[in-house]
C-alpha cells in the first residue's frame, strides 16, 4: 500500500518562501503522476503543481506559475515544491498525490492516493 507523507508546511510573511516534501513509500511514482493540491476551509481542493514522474513534464495552476516550482528525486523518491513568492491567498492545507497506476494527469479525480496534507499559512 503506497503511503505519502507531506513536510514542510509552516507560517511565513507574505513574500516569503516555503518547500514541501512528498515522500513515497511502498510503491514509487515512477510512470505516474505526482501532483500537490491545496484546500481550505468550505472550499474545493484545487490543483496546484504536477510532475509526470518519468518523462519530467510539468503542469502549474495559473495561479501559481512563475512563483511555484514542482520537482523530484528519483534517487529519495521523493516530490518537492518550492513556493516563493507567497501570498496570503495562497494559505491552505497541501496535499501530495499519486496518480492511479500509469498516469498522466491534474486531476484529482485520477489521483489514488494522498496524503494527509500539511498547513501552509501566509500572513500579511
Known amino acids: 500500500q503506497v503511503q505519502l507523507v507531506e513536510s514542510g508546511g509552516g507560517s511565513v510573511q507574505a513574500g516569503g518562501s516555503l518547500s514541501l516534501s512528498c515522500a513515497a513509500s511502498?510503491?514509487?511514482?515512477?510512470?505516474?503522476?505526482m501532483a500537490w493540491f491545496r484546500q481550505v476551509p468550505g472550499k474545493e481542493r484545487e490543483f496546484v503543481a504536477a510532475i509526470c514522474w518519468s518523462v519530467g513534464s510539468r503542469y502549474y495552476a495559473d495561479s501559481v506559475k512563475g512563483r511555484f516550482t514542482v520537482s523530484k528525486s528519483n534517487a529519495e523518491n521523493t516530490g518537492y515544491l518550492q513556493m516563493n513568492s507567497l501570498k496570503p491567498e495562497d494559505t491552505a492545507v497541501y496535499f501530495c498525490?499519486?496518480?492511479?497506476?500509469?498516469?498522466?494527469?491534474?486531476?484529482?479525480?485520477?489521483?489514488?492516493?494522498w496524503g494527509k496534507g500539511t498547513q501552509v499559512t501566509v500572513a500579511t
Open positions: 511502498g510503491g514509487t511514482f515512477v510512470s505516474s503522476t
Open positions: 498525490s499519486k496518480g492511479a497506476g500509469n498516469i498522466c494527469t491534474t486531476d484529482a479525480m485520477f489521483m489514488g492516493y
